[in-house]
């Protein structure tokens, strides 16, 4: 975020895997501060709900790592003259939801697993990584009491009853590698 402020630049590329503050979290944060800057998430993982919360978070393209090699330059390209750019595999995986929810009305209305506010995300990843509450409270300048708040309302709101679930909970999700 820093260097995006810093250099504003044209187009930032995103792995959504990243220590810290994932690659969705930072792609809503650049769009927010800067709006100008396209974002191009570059990553290996290419479930339908991932590529959906993606566009959400306001990415204009995505490409597979295994794909990068041929259309990486072609996509930075596209996505800086504010077009949208999708390597061939992310289509598919894109038409084939909208296809299998039936209609148009039922692909925008499908049942979505729990919805995580931004704060949420990053509390989750962070405490997936291994952080402990005070941990959290420093990375995010919070109170403890605050940290520890959050942890209570995430463990209830996805139902978990452990750290052990949240942290398969962050990785099914591609908040945090395995």
Not at 138 to 157: D, G, P, Q, W, Y
């Amino acid at each position: 975020m820093d260097k995006a402020k810093r250099l504003h630049p044209d187009v930032i590329v995103l792995d959504v895997s990243m220590p810290n503050l994932n690659g969705l979290e930072a792609t809503r944060q650049i769009r927010k501060a800067l709006p100008e800057v396209e974002v191009l998430i570059l990553t290996m993982h290419d479930s339908e709900e991932l590529v959906r919360e993606v566009l959400e978070a306001g990415a204009r393209g995505f490409v597979l790592k295994s794909d990068a090699g041929r259309e990486l330059v072609t996509a930075v390209e596209t996505v800086r003259n504010r077009k949208p750019y999708f390597t061939s595999r992310v289509s598919e995986i894109v038409l084939d939801g909208y296809l299998h929810a039936g209609n148009r009305a039922e692909a925008f209305n499908a049942p979505r697993t729990v919805r995580l506010s931004p704060r949420e995300r990053e509390i989750v990843q962070l405490l997936a990584e291994g952080k402990s509450n005070k941990e959290v409270a420093v990375a995010l300048h919070i109170s403890v009491k605050t940290a520890e708040t959050h942890r209570t309302n995430l463990m209830r709101k996805l139902d978990m009853h452990s750290i052990g679930e949240l942290v398969r909970y962050a990785i099914r999700n591609k908040m945090v590698e395995p």
